[in-house]
């Protein structure tokens, strides 16, 4: 697995829900944004994507609640990669208040997608490799 890489993200109001916890389906945009940092920080942008042909695929999303967000807390959202050889990876998130504790976890299960055939690649992290200026932030 890739070393953990992370951004902060500060919970903003209309964030949240009517018990003033930040809203269920926030915490996957939250996620979002932290693998697309991640991509470019390891130098791969939407278009260097796009003009080879592929782009990253969400196969599977799974999210563990730990604690409550309120608006207001600053929070760091890790990504680390996990690599099995096939056509999928996995990415293991974690949502981490202020005080170290974890507010939620987040697996992702993805691939890359072939933009013509329509068809995960054999090898996504040959991809990875070849796009990316840093490809250790993959863990490749």
């Known amino acids: 697995m890739s070393e953990s890489f992370s951004v902060p993200v500060t919970v903003r109001g209309y964030e949240t829900d009517v018990q003033g916890h930040l809203n269920q389906a926030v915490y996957l945009n939250y996620a979002e944004h932290a693998r697309w940092s991640l991509l470019k920080a390891a130098g791969i942008s939407q278009s260097a994507l796009i003009g080879s042909?592929?782009?990253?695929?969400?196969?599977?999303?799974?999210?563990?609640?730990?604690?409550?967000?309120?608006?207001?807390?600053?929070?760091?959202?890790?990504?680390?990669?996990?690599?099995?050889?096939?056509?999928?990876?996995?990415?293991e998130q974690a949502v981490l208040k202020a005080d170290g504790s974890v507010a939620a976890e987040i697996t992702a299960v993805g691939g890359i997608l072939d933009l013509e055939k329509r068809k995960l690649v054999a090898d996504p992290a040959e991809v990875f490799k070849k796009l990316a200026s840093d490809p250790g932030l993959f863990g490749l």
């Open 53 to 91: 042909g592929v782009g990253p695929v969400a196969l599977e999303t799974t999210i563990r609640y730990k604690r409550e967000l309120l608006a207001g807390d600053e929070v760091e959202v890790t990504c680390a990669f996990a690599w099995s050889g096939g056509k999928t990876f996995r990415i």
